[in-house]
């Protein structure tokens, strides 16, 4: 079983819905978890950053962690042709080595006018 | 501007030669990192550097090297004992911390000849 599993799509949406990604994972030891947004041929950016459980909002963006369940997830509102890209989740141990920052595969999403 | 840049943007090899991929930062950050992206294989970890003059293996050293004798400066090199370069590669730097995360460079896409 693989660490970290994210759906790879593509996801194609109607502009204005609400889009849902996700992770699941299986390591019970990582506590921080963070959404990277990764447009055609450019470098990652950082999008969202959680510590253990709960919800993070910004902007049109919402994160949110489920520890018990073990998953992640990143809602994104109002969505946008912009938000087209990309979206890799990562997540690390507490007290780990950056060296052990594990990534999903990511998830294409597509957004049309 | 504070960031990470990589360069160059392209770069083509015939077989059999080693290249240089060069990564800097100005953020002040004491780690950094180099990962490989393929398509559907999301980030691969290659090499890894928590302080000046030290550096570790990830995941899939072989057929690379780095070296770490400034902070601001991460190159990697691409031997030609790699057997499938050809790849986009991504160059990444974080501050020590245990809940810091990483910021990424535009990457280098490499193409073997």
């Known amino acids: 079983q693989k660490e970290v599993e994210q759906d790879p799509g593509p996801l194609s949406v109607p502009e204005g819905a609400i889009v849902s990604l996700n992770c699941t994972y299986s390591?019970?030891?990582?506590?921080?978890f963070m959404w990277y947004r990764q447009y055609s041929r450019k470098g990652p950016e950082l999008l969202m950053y959680?510590?253990?459980?709960g919800n993070k909002e910004d902007g049109r963006f919402t994160a949110q962690v489920d520890k018990s369940s073990k998953y992640i997830s990143l809602f994104i509102r109002d969505s946008q042709p912009s938000d087209s890209a990309t979206y890799l989740c990562?997540?690390?141990?507490?007290?780990?080595?950056?060296?052990?920052?594990?990534f999903g595969k990511g998830t294409k999403l597509s957004v049309k006018p | 501007d504070g960031g990470i840049t990589q360069s160059p943007k392209y770069l083509f090899r015939k077989e059999g030669q080693n290249v240089t991929l060069s990564c800097e930062q100005n953020?002040?950050?004491?780690?950094m990192y180099w990962y490989r992206q393929d398509p559907g294989q999301g980030l691969r970890l290659i090499y890894y550097?928590?302080?000046?003059?030290?550096?570790q293996k990830g995941d899939i050293a072989e057929g690379y090297s780095v070296s770490r004798e400034k902070k601001e400066s991460f190159p990697l090199t691409v031997t030609s004992a790699q057997k499938n370069p050809t790849a986009f590669y991504l160059c990444a730097s974080s501050r020590q911390g245990a809940g810091d995360t990483q910021y990424f460079g535009p990457g280098t896409r490499l193409t073997v000849l």
């Open positions: 990562a997540m690390k141990e507490y007290g780990g080595s950056q060296g052990n920052l594990i």
């Open positions: 390591n019970s030891a990582f506590q921080y």
């Open positions: 959680t510590y253990s459980s």
């Open positions: 550097s928590q302080i000046v003059n030290d550096f």
């Open positions: 953020l002040n950050h004491d780690a």
